[in-house]
């Protein structure tokens, strides 16, 4: 099975990948990881993003696109993938459409996790994470044992500058920006479904998994 997440930051779109890709036995491919992981590798794709990240510029769409097209040819990706994180632009969604004619790979479902700002909001401005193994926590949701304190190593648990309330504002209308015309490109394809992310983790896979499985019928 073949799909793509899209979703604002903060939508819940990693939590639900995950619970996909262990359902499916698929793995969940996020674009960050793809990017990193080439950086990290030192691949030739690697070292051209990482001059434009040094140089605080974004990394060209056709970079990236090859950071996925090598991606999705490993090996354990021959019996689908979650892409996550790309496209975010109509120019990204039609250079991918490319990349998949080619390798013949059909996507079976293109899901839309929507929530309301507030909820947003409410769930990134809540998350901390621990400055020493990088563990998140939500001080709601998933709070430590003891406030402020990972229960993993006991380090100090801080709050993102991005998890902000008025950066996480800022950070939902550039995706809105970005994605509107891309959301319309997509869902005039019969393997577009939108899912109510208002809901928790169980509940919008509960969805995720109905919608699957329409598309698995329809395909």
Do not use: W
Request: glycine content about 6%.
């Amino acid at each position: 099975m073949h799909i793509i997440l899209l979703g604002a930051p903060g939508v819940g779109k990693g939590t639900v990948a995950k619970m996909i890709a262990e359902k499916f036995d698929i793995p969940h491919l996020s674009t960050g990881d793809i990017l990193r992981d080439n950086v990290n590798k030192k691949t030739y794709v690697g070292n051209q993003a990482k001059e434009y990240m040094d140089n605080g510029k974004l990394v060209p769409d056709d970079i990236m696109i090859q950071m996925v097209k090598g991606r999705v040819l490993e090996e354990d990706c021959k019996t689908g993938f979650i892409l996550d994180g790309f496209p975010r632009t109509i120019r990204q969604a039609e250079a991918l459409k490319l990349i998949f004619d080619e390798l013949n790979i059909v996507v079976d479902a293109i899901l839309n996790l929507k929530a309301s700002q507030e909820i947003i909001i409410e769930r990134l401005s809540g998350r901390r994470t621990c400055k020493n193994c990088g563990a998140i926590y939500h001080i709601k949701n998933i709070p430590p044992k003891v406030e402020d304190k990972c229960d993993k190593c006991a380090d100090r648990l801080y709050q993102r500058d991005d998890d902000k309330k008025d950066i996480v504002k800022e950070r939902l209308m550039v995706y809105k920006t970005q994605t509107k015309k891309l959301i319309s490109y997509y869902e005039k394809q019969d393997s577009f479904y939108e899912i109510n992310a208002n809901k928790k983790a169980d509940e919008m896979f509960a969805e995720v998994c109905k919608d699957l499985g329409k598309a698995g019928k329809s395909g």
